[in-house]
Nanobody, 127 residues
Framework: QVQLVESGGGLVQAGGSLRLSCAAS????????MAWFRQAPGKEREFVAA????????YCADSVKGRFTISRDNAKNTMYLHMNSLKPEDTAVYYC????????????????????WGQGTQVTVSS
């Protein structure tokens, strides 16, 4: 069983920055592929960014490419989402997700691929 806890959300003005963290309880954290998803009011949950075991492989959705960076620190059992140049349309609840992967080349971008989820952290970007 893996427990995920997000933190770092808040209210920020457009153009500002935030860093989200996802702390994991897994003993073998480095065997888990991970990702960030978000859900805005009235919309379906959408993929934001994914990262492989080692952090050597990453992928971001087109809507955040060039503005958001995903990273992880396996020594701290923590994943991050560095968000820059925030826009009002980035307003959403952000969730981290994790699941075992058999290869460091695995990047999962579909929410059904993940069995473990955090409770979410609210990000609000004002215009």
């Amino acid at each position: 069983q893996v427990q995920l806890v997000e933190s770092g959300g808040g209210l920020v003005q457009a153009g500002g920055s935030l860093r989200l963290s996802c702390a994991a309880s897994a003993r073998t954290f480095s065997n888990y592929a991970m990702a960030w998803f978000r859900q805005a009011p009235g919309k379906e949950r959408e993929f934001v960014a994914a990262i492989s075991w080692s952090g050597g492989n990453t992928y971001c959705a087109d809507s955040v490419k060039g503005r958001f960076t995903i990273s992880r620190d396996n020594a701290k059992n923590t994943m991050y989402l560095h968000m820059n140049s925030l826009k009002p349309e980035d307003t959403a609840v952000y969730y981290c997700a994790a699941d075992l992967a058999y290869s460091d080349y695995i990047l999962m971008i579909i929410d059904d691929d993940y069995n473990y989820w955090g409770q979410g952290t609210q990000v609000t970007v004002s215009s």
